[in-house]
């Protein structure tokens, strides 16, 4: 074997081995659910990136980021959108909810 063909077949064997940790780590979110193992669970990483694609269709500018990291933002954002359905999970962390009046 050359050394250019022991150098090709570094380069693709590194390319492979970084794209296999790359995709391994990711996350992936199915609206408001994480994909675990073929089965959806809600997690809070899901659900803010949910309601900060909920706000962009809003009008917002709200990265996935910014509402994971800065509950002032969530909130405000949750405060003008937090009545849409698909958002009340991600809300009820930051909104107070209706009092018992009993």
Same mark, same amino acid.
């Given at each position: 074997?050359?050394? $250019? !063909?022991?150098?090709?077949?570094?380069f693709?064997?590194?390319?492979?081995?970084? %794209?296999?940790a790359? $995709? %391994?780590?990711?996350i +992936?979110?199915? /609206?408001?659910?994480?994909? &675990?193992?073929?089965?959806?669970? $809600?997690? #809070?990483?899901? =659900?803010?990136? @949910?309601?900060?694609? &909920? %706000?962009?269709? @809003? *009008?917002?500018? %709200?990265?996935?980021? /910014?509402?994971? !990291? !800065?509950? $002032? =933002?969530? +909130? +405000?954002?949750?405060?003008?959108?937090?009545?849409?359905? =698909?958002?009340?999970?991600?809300?009820? +962390? &930051?909104? #107070? *909810?209706? =009092?018992?009046?009993?």
């Open positions: 074997m050359s050394k $250019s !063909n022991v150098a090709q077949l570094c693709l064997t590194g390319s492979f081995l970084i %794209a296999a790359s $995709s %391994a780590s990711a +992936e979110c199915q /609206e408001d659910y994480q994909i &675990v193992q073929g089965q959806p669970i $809600s997690t #809070p990483y899901c =659900r803010d990136n @949910y309601l900060a694609q &909920v %706000a962009r269709q @809003y *009008g917002f500018k %709200a990265t996935d980021r /910014e509402i994971r !990291n !800065n509950p $002032s =933002r969530k +909130e +405000e954002v949750c405060r003008f959108i937090g009545d849409d359905i =698909r958002v009340q999970t991600a809300c009820s +962390e &930051v909104l #107070p *909810g209706p =009092r018992d009046t009993r």
